[in-house]
């Protein structure tokens, strides 16, 4: 059974940092990574989709890297921002029916 | 513009009644899928589908029924029988069913029974 982890479940930082994410899965049979974005309250918005043939990928500021082999993947945020608080899950598809295996999530706050 | 509406937001039921979410999606997307948010907990898959007419249980069914008569829409009902329904509903959609695309959600909706 696939379970994906992300430690830790919160992190504050001051503004400007540049910071990195972590998401690590126990089974490497994936076919895609994904990580979101949620605000309080919300829905989830998808910041990067990597496939399993793809070592990262960039939107921004962000920057989502895969290894595979390994069952990690991190998402970079570069410059951070007070308006980039909010808390990031990472999920990955084992299934070619798209099925989504969530981690629990970081919540980030970037202190002004 | 296209997207995923999920309604009411926010939703108060007595315990002991059924209560149906709706999601609709004008993305012209094969597959959707429910799941549910805990504090906590992440999120948990409760039903997919992949075509009209069509659907399977995730990991945690029980308690809830789906169904899936038009490919825009795909309506979540909460029964009596569902132990601990208090919980954060999001609906997503992604593009075909043929392989693991990127999904796509709705806003969710905030269900309280007391």
């Known amino acids: 059974k696939q379970e994906v982890t992300q430690i830790p479940a919160a992190l504050s930082v001051p503004e400007g940092e540049n910071l990195v994410l972590n998401c690590s899965f126990t089974d490497s049979a994936i076919y895609n990574l994904q990580w979101f974005r949620q605000d309080p309250g919300k829905g989830l918005t998808s910041l990067l989709l990597i496939q399993s043939s793809q070592r990262e990928q960039t939107s921004g500021r962000l920057n989502a890297s895969l290894d595979k082999s390994s069952g990690r993947s991190t998402l970079y945020i570069a410059a951070s921002q007070p308006g980039d608080s909010a808390t990031y899950l990472c999920?990955?598809?084992?299934?070619?029916?798209?099925?989504?295996?969530f981690g629990k999530g970081i919540t980030l706050s970037v202190r002004p | 513009d296209g997207g995923i509406t999920q309604s009411p937001k926010y939703l108060f039921r007595k315990e002991g009644q059924n209560v149906t979410l709706s999601c609709e999606q004008n993305l012209n997307h094969d597959a959707m899928y429910w799941y549910r948010q805990d504090p906590g907990q992440g999120l948990r898959l409760i039903y997919y589908?992949?075509?009209?007419?069509?659907?399977q249980k995730g990991d945690i069914a029980e308690g809830y029924s789906v169904s899936r008569e038009k490919k825009e829409s795909f309506p979540l009902t909460v029964t009596s029988a569902q132990k601990n329904p208090t919980a954060f509903y999001l609906c997503?959609?992604?593009?075909?069913?043929?392989?693991?695309?990127?999904?796509?959600f709705g806003p969710g909706t905030r269900l309280t029974v007391t």
């Open positions: 997503a959609s992604s593009i075909t069913r043929d392989g693991p695309y990127e999904q796509y």
């Open positions: 589908s992949q075509i009209v007419n069509d659907f």
């Open positions: 999920a990955v598809t084992t299934g070619a029916n798209s099925k989504l295996t």
